[in-house]
């Protein structure tokens, strides 16, 4: 099993510019979520889905979007990118119960 | 938004040295988890505590659920560089402290 696997693993964007976090988990969790993490702190929500179809956000969504259209994939979209989104993204997956993360992806917005 | 608050934030001792984090919130959680987190990678699952007054053991690691399951707290016996990380605690439902970053040093 490759777990969850994310990618890009680093990216920089231009003001304004678009991409999406890939993201994708083999265990057939029910969950999964979005986070972000800026330098020397914990996490913070943007999105989660409970099954394919069904997505809510979290603390902090303003900016992004998601779509569950299988259990397996779980994108997320940054439209026109902004400096306040220089953080490294993580996935994560979960039965619920314990969270299984990605490795990460690391975005600068210069 | 229910809020988990991590103690101390920063944590620099030697190795061999005994320590204390802490995880306190006001709000009452069904469990809480612990994890670590090593530069570069997510954060993995040390353990989860279910009931109050729980205390579980992982080798050196001591992992207790206060009575009222609002707090928790690690401590780590004999400190070894390889302990060094971030050490998340997670309420269940969602919420995330802001970590204790732990350097333990030869």
């Known amino acids: 099993n490759a777990g969850v696997t994310q990618t890009p693993k680093f990216r920089i964007l231009k003001i304004g510019q678009s991409m999406t976090l890939q993201c994708a988990q083999d265990m057939n969790h029910n969950y999964m979520y979005w986070y972000r993490q800026d330098p020397g702190m914990g996490l913070k929500l943007i999105y989660y889905?409970?099954?394919?179809?069904?997505?809510d956000k979290g603390e902090v969504p303003n900016g992004y979007n998601v779509s569950r259209s299988t259990t397996e994939y779980f994108p997320l979209r940054l439209e026109l990118a902004a400096p306040s989104q220089t953080s490294v993204y993580f996935c994560?997956?979960?039965?619920?119960?314990?969270?299984?993360f990605g490795p990460g992806t690391r975005l600068t917005v210069l | 938004t229910q809020l988990l608050e991590q103690s101390p934030q920063f944590l620099s001792i030697q190795e061999g040295e005994n320590l204390t984090v802490y995880c306190n919130s006001s709000s009452v959680f069904s469990s809480l988890q612990w994890y670590r987190q090593e530069p570069g990678e997510g954060p993995v699952l040390l353990v989860t505590v279910v009931t109050g007054g729980e205390v579980k053991k992982l080798k050196r690691l001591t992992f207790q659920f206060g009575d009222a399951r609002k707090d928790s707290s690690l401590h780590i016996t004999a400190a070894q560089p390889g302990d060094t990380g971030l050490y998340l605690c997670?309420?269940?439902?969602?919420?995330w402290g802001a970590g204790t970053k732990l350097i333990i040093k030869p």
């Open positions: 889905s409970v099954g394919a179809g069904i997505t």
């Open positions: 997670a309420g269940v439902p969602q919420s």
């Open positions: 994560a997956s979960s039965y619920p119960g314990e969270q299984f």
